[in-house]
């Protein structure tokens, strides 16, 4: 089965600072996809960013990257210059067939 | 418009009642998903479809069937609802062309409660 890990709850981070979300999935796949997604108070689920496991270099969707340890089984979301809009449940997903879920992380933006 | 319609977004009913939640695409995907969100617990898949005949049961799906009436829509059945049932529910779609690389198009949920 598919396993994705989220620790670290809720994360608070000051406006224009970096906070950095951390996500570990269990897999005997070679060939897979990871993504996050962002779910703000709409509830719309957004994706942000993905990532191929075959690809070394990071992806990166302007203030949003990824740091993508395939060895390690890690996949972080580092989000730079936050802002108040990012204020949101982020969601580390793994995928093969199916899309199989974290718990989420909650992000809160300080002014 | 929506790419993903989930209808109703919002709905309160109670113990022992039969429900259909109802998801429409227009992004001409083959493959469907109901998911359930529970805080805390993250996005659950409930059903998947990859084509009109083709249903497939998820991690939880006890108390839960799917009808895929067409390509471009999906519906999900309690057919007696429970408290714990109470949840947010999203439809989602994805293309099989190129299946691992697509992300999960989403609906914009449906928030039901049974009380």
């Known amino acids: 089965a598919q396993t994705v890990t989220q620790s670290q709850p809720e994360m608070s981070v000051q406006e224009a600072e970096t906070v950095t979300l951390s996500c570990t999935y269990d897999?005997?796949?070679?060939?897979?996809?990871l993504f996050w997604y962002k779910q703000p108070p709409s509830r719309q689920m957004i994706l942000v960013i993905r990532?191929?496991?075959?690809?070394?270099q990071n992806a990166t969707e302007n203030r949003f990257s990824v740091n993508f340890q395939k060895a390690a089984k890690s996949f972080s979301l580092k989000i730079s210059d936050s802002q108040l809009g990012d204020a949101a449940m982020y969601f580390c997903?793994?995928?093969?067939?199916?899309?199989?879920f974290g718990k989420g992380n909650q992000v809160v933006v300080i002014p | 418009d929506a790419d993903v319609t989930q209808t109703p977004r919002n709905r309160i009913t109670k113990t022992g009642k039969r429900i259909m939640l109802e998801c429409s695409q227009t992004?001409?995907?083959?493959?469907m998903y109901w998911y359930r969100q529970d805080p805390g617990l993250g996005l659950r898949l409930i059903y998947y479809s990859f084509d009109v005949k083709d249903i497939n049961k998820g991690e939880i799906s006890d108390g839960y069937s799917v009808s895929r009436q067409a390509q471009a829509k999906f519906s999900l059945s309690l057919e007696s609802a429970i408290p714990n049932q109470t949840a947010l529910y999203f439809c989602?779609?994805?293309?099989?062309?190129?299946?691992?690389?697509?992300?999960?198009?989403f609906g914009d949920g449906t928030r039901l409660s049974i009380l």
């Open positions: 990532q191929e496991a075959y690809k070394q």
């Open positions: 897999t005997s796949e070679s060939d897979y996809y």
């Open positions: 992004k001409g995907h083959d493959r």
């Open positions: 989602a779609t994805s293309d099989s062309g190129t299946s691992t690389r697509q992300p999960q198009h």
């Open positions: 997903a793994y995928r093969t067939n199916r899309l199989a």
